[in-house]
């Protein structure tokens, strides 16, 4: 009973509080209350989860309606879920301090806060949940939310970019589903265990090969790898920022935890055949995105072709197969939720300050604003992958696993890619940071909400780089437990 | 009669392709809620229809005899109600898009990078 509670707070605490703020948006500062005390509390409940995950005690697993365990719907505290989980509050907590100063009454009226919530509760639903055809609802309901959320101020570009999002992801969607109707034919099961368990038995048919390939081009489309990311970076641009941010940290890296449990965890070695295919996407992911960041100068475009750059080492991660290579690309999912969520939040106070989006026209912020420049130094460093930041060890880790692995190419293809990143990252350093602004005017004060908003990531990836430790056993116990899946 | 419905889902979600890979958005709305209902035979063939039993143990035995599959039917069920939901959700952003704009042409849709930074920043409440 216990373990039902601790299970099921991280999806029902934002769900139901997403059912009061609609109720209460016409109060923009009740609502606001609302919705940050749901929020912490979500993150208290996260925690929780997370401390009974890493317990040796048998696996904390609650199904629903009365059904024993492998036939009915049921939330699992198994591992690379219950860490995004804390990781996916962490970001919604900095992005409702953040919103203090970004989210204006006329955007709570339209929902906001409703909206918001209920994508954290989706996103939970989706790391927690045993059953396939369940993880699928929770990706739509996902999507559903933030269509609403890209769509907050209905200006023309965000309709552009909501229609983008919307037919890229139903698409998507329509590929996974297609893929789990394949797969339970095939299987007679949709329960994650049951289904790796009847697959390392059973010889590869076409059915399992084809749902195999269907479930991937979808949750890859999800996830913004190379061939399909084109829709990403110009909807997240679209969206609010505070939405920006939370997006870039939660959506693909949704997509991509379903990727991983599909590919590592209940397909395992019967994927054998498809890593060559995702070892290609992600290479072409990371030097694409990384030379596309390149032309930007546009500060939300540039951080978008980041997000999905960093999708490519996860994936190298998963090509690579090993545990090694599973462990650093959980490690990689943690880091690069904190960072990128961070640098949207950092953007979003540049365009405060200097009141544009345009690289050209930004600058002079180590002047008007060093406390800003040292919060945002430290996302910029670690996407660099400088040490002592997170990113340096998630790098590492990720060519560590390659060369041990035996696909040195990945590992270079993943050094010049970062080369390409330290090219980029300095770009935006000088430009937004230390070049004199253009602009004669005195750059405005950046609120302090904004500032808090991104301290609280920016702690937590300093924390994450000097004490990796604990990060990488939970990684490598992660890394564990989707190999196990089904045993 | 299996290939039958399997066919008729591999036409369906071929010309589901084809009207989304249209520059017209409502082809577009169309061709995904096209590609939802084929998808959704699919799933239906998937559970096998063969028998048209009800899944329900008969009085006095024990164990169920051959049965249609109840669960591939529960997916469709809320397959069509998410796909209805997303179908709706698009329309509205498609008639958003062609109030705003008065075309229906996905070229005409505006992009963020062709926008100008014009907007004002709304201020805090």
């Given at each position: 009973m216990n373990d039902a509670v601790t299970l099921l707070a991280p999806v029902a605490v934002p769900l139901s509080g997403a059912a009061i703020a609609a109720l209460l948006r016409n109060h923009a500062s009740l609502c606001r209350a609302w919705s940050g005390l749901m929020t912490v509390l979500t993150l208290l409940a996260a925690g929780a989860l997370l401390a009974r995950a890493i317990d040796p005690a048998p696996l904390a697993i609650v199904v629903f309606g009365g059904w024993p365990q492998g036939i009915g719907i049921g939330f699992a505290a198994w591992l690379p879920g219950a860490v995004l989980v804390v990781v996916v509050a962490l970001v919604a907590t900095a992005a409702a301090i953040f919103a203090i100063a970004d989210i204006g009454a006329r955007r709570r009226r339209a929902g906001y806060d409703a909206l918001m919530l209920a994508l954290v509760g989706a996103v939970n639903g989706a790391l927690l949940t045993t059953d396939l055809f369940n993880l699928y609802v929770w990706f739509e309901l996902a999507l559903?939310?933030?269509?609403?959320?890209?769509?907050?101020?209905?200006?023309?570009?965000?309709?552009?970019?909501?229609?983008?999002?919307?037919?890229?992801?139903?698409?998507?969607?329509?590929?996974?589903?297609?893929?789990?109707?394949?797969?339970?034919?095939?299987?007679?099961?949709?329960?994650?265990?049951?289904?790796?368990?009847?697959?390392?038995?059973?010889?590869?048919?076409?059915?399992?090969?084809?749902?195999?390939?269907?479930?991937?081009?979808?949750?890859?489309?999800?996830?913004?790898?190379?061939?399909?990311?084109?829709?990403?970076?110009?909807?997240?641009?679209?969206?609010?920022?505070?939405?920006?941010?939370?997006?870039?940290?939660?959506?693909?890296?949704?997509?991509?935890?379903?990727?991983?449990?599909?590919?590592?965890?209940?397909?395992?070695?019967?994927?054998?055949?498809?890593?060559?295919?995702?070892?290609?996407?992600?290479?072409?992911?990371?030097?694409?995105?990384?030379?596309?960041?390149?032309?930007?100068?546009?500060?939300?475009?540039?951080?978008?072709?980041?997000?999905?750059?960093?999708?490519?080492?996860?994936?190298?991660?998963?090509?690579?197969?090993?545990?090694?290579?599973?462990?650093?690309?959980?490690?990689?999912?943690?880091?690069?939720?904190?960072?990128?969520?961070?640098?949207?939040?950092?953007?979003?106070?540049?365009?405060?300050?200097?009141?544009?989006?345009?690289?050209?026209?930004?600058?002079?912020?180590?002047?008007?604003?060093?406390?800003?420049?040292?919060?945002?130094?430290?996302?910029?460093?670690?996407?660099?992958?400088?040490?002592?930041?997170?990113?340096?060890?998630?790098?590492?880790?990720?060519?560590?696993?390659a060369v041990a692995g035996g696909m040195g190419w990945m590992a270079l293809v993943a050094l010049i890619a970062a080369m390409l990143t330290i090219v980029s990252v300095a770009n935006l350093w000088a430009e937004a940071c230390w070049k004199a602004s253009p602009i004669k005017r005195q750059a405005r004060a950046i609120p302090h909400a904004m500032r808090a908003g991104m301290a609280v990531l920016s702690i937590a990836t300093i924390a994450i780089g000097l004490f990796p430790q604990p990060l990488w056993i939970v990684a490598e116990a992660s890394a564990r437990a989707l190999m196990e899946l089904g045993q | 009669m299996i290939l039958l419905h399997a066919l008729a889902a591999a036409v369906i979600i071929a010309c589901a392709l084809y009207m989304i890979l249209s520059r017209n958005l409502v082809r577009i709305l169309l061709g995904l809620a096209l590609m939802a209902t084929g998808v959704n035979v699919m799933l239906f063939v998937v559970g096998g229809n063969g028998v048209r039993q009800p899944p329900l143990i008969r009085d006095g035995e024990q164990i169920l005899g051959p049965s249609a599959d109840p669960t591939s039917q529960a997916l469709i069920l809320t397959a069509i109600v998410i796909g209805f939901a997303l179908t709706i959700v698009l329309a509205t952003i498609v008639l958003r898009g062609w109030r705003s704009t008065g075309s229906l042409d996905a070229r005409d849709l505006e992009a963020t990078e062709q926008q100008r930074d014009a907007e004002s920043i709304e201020p805090a409440s």
């Amino acid at each position: 009973m216990n373990d039902a509670v601790t299970l099921l707070a991280p999806v029902a605490v934002p769900l139901s509080g997403a059912a009061i703020a609609a109720l209460l948006r016409n109060h923009a500062s009740l609502c606001r209350a609302w919705s940050g005390l749901m929020t912490v509390l979500t993150l208290l409940a996260a925690g929780a989860l997370l401390a009974r995950a890493i317990d040796p005690a048998p696996l904390a697993i609650v199904v629903f309606g009365g059904w024993p365990q492998g036939i009915g719907i049921g939330f699992a505290a198994w591992l690379p879920g219950a860490v995004l989980v804390v990781v996916v509050a962490l970001v919604a907590t900095a992005a409702a301090i953040f919103a203090i100063a970004d989210i204006g009454a006329r955007r709570r009226r339209a929902g906001y806060d409703a909206l918001m919530l209920a994508l954290v509760g989706a996103v939970n639903g989706a790391l927690l949940t045993t059953d396939l055809f369940n993880l699928y609802v929770w990706f739509e309901l996902a999507l559903v939310a933030a269509l609403g959320l890209i769509l907050l101020d209905r200006r023309r570009h965000q309709v552009g970019g909501a229609t983008r999002y919307a037919v890229f992801g139903m698409v998507g969607a329509t590929a996974i589903l297609a893929g789990i109707g394949l797969l339970y034919g095939a299987t007679g099961t949709l329960d994650l265990a049951s289904l790796a368990a009847i697959l390392k038995t059973q010889p590869p048919s076409v059915a399992t090969s084809v749902a195999a390939a269907l479930l991937l081009s979808g949750f890859a489309l999800k996830s913004g790898l190379a061939p399909f990311h084109v829709w990403l970076p110009a909807s997240y641009a679209s969206a609010p920022l505070t939405v920006a941010a939370v997006f870039a940290a939660l959506m693909t890296k949704m997509g991509f935890y379903a990727l991983l449990l599909v590919m590592a965890g209940v397909f395992g070695a019967g994927a054998a055949q498809l890593s060559p295919v995702i070892a290609i996407l992600a290479a072409a992911t990371m030097l694409l995105c990384a030379l596309a960041t390149l032309a930007q100068s546009d500060m939300r475009r540039l951080i978008g072709y980041h997000v999905v750059a960093q999708v490519g080492y996860m994936a190298a991660g998963l090509a690579i197969g090993s545990a090694a290579g599973l462990a650093a690309a959980s490690f990689y999912m943690v880091h690069s939720m904190i960072v990128q969520a961070n640098l949207f939040l950092g953007i979003g106070a540049i365009r405060r300050a200097t009141g544009s989006w345009d690289l050209k026209r930004a600058g002079g912020m180590v002047r008007s604003d060093p406390m800003f420049v040292f919060l945002f130094a430290v996302p910029m460093l670690s996407l660099a992958g400088i040490p002592p930041l997170s990113g340096f060890w998630a790098k590492l880790f990720i060519l560590r696993a390659a060369v041990a692995g035996g696909m040195g190419w990945m590992a270079l293809v993943a050094l010049i890619a970062a080369m390409l990143t330290i090219v980029s990252v300095a770009n935006l350093w000088a430009e937004a940071c230390w070049k004199a602004s253009p602009i004669k005017r005195q750059a405005r004060a950046i609120p302090h909400a904004m500032r808090a908003g991104m301290a609280v990531l920016s702690i937590a990836t300093i924390a994450i780089g000097l004490f990796p430790q604990p990060l990488w056993i939970v990684a490598e116990a992660s890394a564990r437990a989707l190999m196990e899946l089904g045993q | 009669m299996i290939l039958l419905h399997a066919l008729a889902a591999a036409v369906i979600i071929a010309c589901a392709l084809y009207m989304i890979l249209s520059r017209n958005l409502v082809r577009i709305l169309l061709g995904l809620a096209l590609m939802a209902t084929g998808v959704n035979v699919m799933l239906f063939v998937v559970g096998g229809n063969g028998v048209r039993q009800p899944p329900l143990i008969r009085d006095g035995e024990q164990i169920l005899g051959p049965s249609a599959d109840p669960t591939s039917q529960a997916l469709i069920l809320t397959a069509i109600v998410i796909g209805f939901a997303l179908t709706i959700v698009l329309a509205t952003i498609v008639l958003r898009g062609w109030r705003s704009t008065g075309s229906l042409d996905a070229r005409d849709l505006e992009a963020t990078e062709q926008q100008r930074d014009a907007e004002s920043i709304e201020p805090a409440s």
